[in-house]
Nanobody, 119 residues
Framework: QVQLQESGPGLVKPSQTLSLTCTVS??????????WSWIRQPPGKGLEWIGY???????YYSPSLLSRTSISRDTSKNQFTLQLSSVTPEDTAVYYC???????????WGQGTQVTVSS
């Protein structure tokens, strides 16, 4: 059974960098051919895909967030991390990490973590 768990601060000040970590168990983040994503859901809105890091370490980001997003990984800890810079209150959302095989639908989700951007 694959499990994903998000962790990080629940409150971030405007203009700062949001940093979240996803810890994976039950599978290695280097297993061919899985993609490890970050997704968010602002209050009252739909899901928004942020980006992914692949089994080989390649990254791809949503064009709308490209300039502010970085996803990295620590294979020794089986974790991947999201950094979103220069946050505003519009970045307030529940943030999820998730796994998908290639272009297949997501098969495992983390439980999600609320991040609020406020001074």
């Amino acid at each position: 059974q694959v499990q994903l768990q998000e962790s990080g601060p629940g409150l971030v000040k405007p203009s700062q960098t949001l940093s979240l970590t996803c810890t994976v168990s039950g599978d290695s983040i280097t297993t061919n051919y899985y993609y490890w994503s970050w997704i968010r859901q602002p209050p009252g809105k739909g899901l928004e895909w942020i980006g992914y890091i692949s089994y080989s370490g390649n990254t791809y980001y949503s064009p709308s967030l490209l300039s502010r997003t970085s996803i990295s990984r620590d294979t020794s800890k089986n974790q991947f991390t999201l950094q979103l810079s220069s946050v505003t209150p519009e970045d307030t959302a529940v943030y999820y990490c998730a796994r998908a095989a290639g272009w297949a639908p997501i098969d495992y989700w983390g439980q999600g973590t609320q991040v609020t951007v406020s001074s």
